[in-house]
């Protein structure tokens, strides 16, 4: 059965920091995909990203980046010189082709991001 | 941003009392979910829908009902609600069934069950 693990439930930086969360995700299916959410403290779900499992290539979208490792089953991002209006909970989530349940998001805990003036 | 709204987006109710929570979308989107939250748990699906009056089960579906007559309205009914399904429920979107789908959240509804 799919999982993803989300081992860091709180992380506190200071602003300007860089920060990195991390994302280790299990599945049987060679075909999957990996997801970001936002969650900031008004409470709505803010999508961030999408990847595929055939796609490894890094991505970078201003100050946040993407790194995918499916030899370590992890899909960890970084913000980079990180800023109060980063401070949110981030999801990762992971959907398998091959799941029946309608494309069904697989989530993890959560990382409580805070940083602070 | 995705047009989807919940009502209500606050409810109280007691042990016991049924409960529908209602979403709405402006995207003719095909595929609607009904996700809830709860603390260490992330989201998980409890419902989900792939056309007009075609629905299926999630993870955690026990204790809930949906129903789906228009393709904007998706709605999650408790039909004796307890303290157990005290969360925050949100209603997501997608205009596919692969898993390369993005889904898309609503605003959620916080639920209280005293």
């Known amino acids: 059965a799919q999982k993803v693990t989300q081992a860091q439930t709180e992380i506190s930086v200071v602003e300007k920091e860089d920060v990195t969360l991390d994302c280790v995700y299990e599945?049987?299916?060679?075909?999957?995909?990996l997801f970001w959410y936002k969650q900031p403290p008004s409470g709505e779900l803010v999508f961030l990203i999408r990847?595929?499992?055939?796609?490894?290539q890094n991505e970078i979208s201003g100050r946040y980046s993407w790194n995918f490792q499916k030899s370590t089953s992890s899909f960890n991002f970084t913000i980079t010189a990180s800023q109060v209006v980063d401070s949110a909970v981030y999801f990762c989530?992971?959907?398998?082709?091959?799941?029946?349940?309608?494309?069904?998001?697989?989530f993890g805990g959560g990382t409580r991001l805070m940083v602070k003036p | 941003d995705a047009g989807i709204t919940q009502s209500p987006r606050h409810k109280v109710t007691e042990t016991g009392t049924p409960v529908t929570l209602r979403c709405h979308q402006t995207?003719?989107?095909?595929?609607m979910y009904w996700y809830r939250q709860d603390p260490g748990h992330g989201l998980r699906l409890i419902h989900y829908s792939y056309g007009v009056k075609d629905t299926d089960k999630g993870e955690v579906s026990d204790g809930y009902s949906v129903s789906r007559s228009k393709t904007e309205d998706f709605l999650l009914t408790l039909e004796s609600a307890t303290s157990s399904q005290t969360s925050v429920y949100f209603c997501?979107?997608?205009?596919?069934?692969?898993?390369?789908?993005?889904?898309?959240f609503g605003p959620g509804t916080r639920l209280t069950v005293l």
């Open positions: 990847r595929n499992s055939f796609d490894e």
């Open positions: 989530a992971l959907s398998e082709a091959s799941n029946n349940a309608g494309n069904m998001l697989t």
């Open positions: 599945t049987r299916d060679t075909t999957y995909y």
């Open positions: 995207e003719n989107h095909r595929y």
């Open positions: 997501a979107i997608s205009d596919r069934d692969r898993a390369r789908a993005t889904q898309y």
